[in-house]
DNA sequence: AGCACGATGCTCT
DNA sequence: GAGCATCGTGCTT
């Protein structure tokens, strides 16, 4: 079942705990490349330093403030995209980045993208499932834009670890630490 | 196994 | 012009 806008119409951190074990999915040419997802982080309105949208709405971060459901994907790094599902209502810029998958179909596929390495990071995840700015600000609620989530196994409480999230060097606390961040421990149960 | 570093170009001040 | 929600390599232990 695709995850309809309601799944998303919600707080950020109920959402990007309840991303985990969902069913991120990209259809290209026909085939379905696809991934349980194992790892995301909370992106939280305009108070949030970390958040994109901490100086206000621009071209880059405006998806952010749209309606829920939808997709925003920035460049950075001068060469790395990164997805994230946009959260809470319209009009306040929140979102959840998908930083991890363990793929499930389209594995050939998947495999010869990354090279034979792995989906655990965020510009891993959207190499590997050929996801980048041209799928900016597309609806995840319908099969049409080519790429969405689906509902997958649940993930039990003991299996989640909690912490900070990654790669805020210059941001200042309390949002460099808060813990933001939610990840499958061990994922092998889903072999 | 872990850390340091360079790549590389877009976005906003 | 600075900074960046990263990755892979190569070197050290």
Redesign the pocket.
């Known amino acids: 079942m695709i995850l309809p806008r309601a799944f998303y119409a919600r707080p950020t951190l109920t959402v990007a705990r309840e991303l985990l074990g969902a069913c991120l999915v990209r259809l290209v040419d026909g085939i379905r490349l696809a991934g349980i997802i194992l790892e995301t982080?909370a992106?939280i309105g305009e108070n949030d330093l970390?958040?994109?949208?901490k100086?206000?709405k621009?071209?880059?971060?405006a998806v952010?403030y749209g309606p829920p459901g939808y997709a925003?994907i920035?460049?950075?790094?001068?060469?790395?995209w990164?997805l994230?599902a946009v959260t809470e209502a319209e009009g306040f810029p929140a979102?959840v980045?998908i930083r991890a998958i363990l793929p499930t179909e389209g594995l050939e596929i998947i495999h010869k993208r990354?090279?034979g390495?792995?989906t655990l990071?965020?510009?891993?995840?959207t190499?590997a499932l050929a996801i980048d700015g041209g799928l900016n600000g597309v609806n995840l609620t319908e099969t049409s834009s080519g790429l969405w989530i689906e509902s997958g196994l649940p993930v039990s409480d003991e299996s989640v670890t909690v912490g900070p999230?990654?790669?805020?060097?210059?941001?200042p606390e309390p949002w460099k630490s808060i813990p933001w961040r939610f990840q499958v421990v061990d994922h092998s149960k889903f072999r």
């Open positions: 982080e992106y970390g958040c994109h949208a100086s206000g621009t071209r880059r971060n952010m925003y920035y460049f950075t790094y001068g060469m790395h990164c994230n979102a980045l990354r090279n390495r792995d990071g965020p510009a891993k995840v190499q999230r990654v790669g805020l060097y210059t941001v």
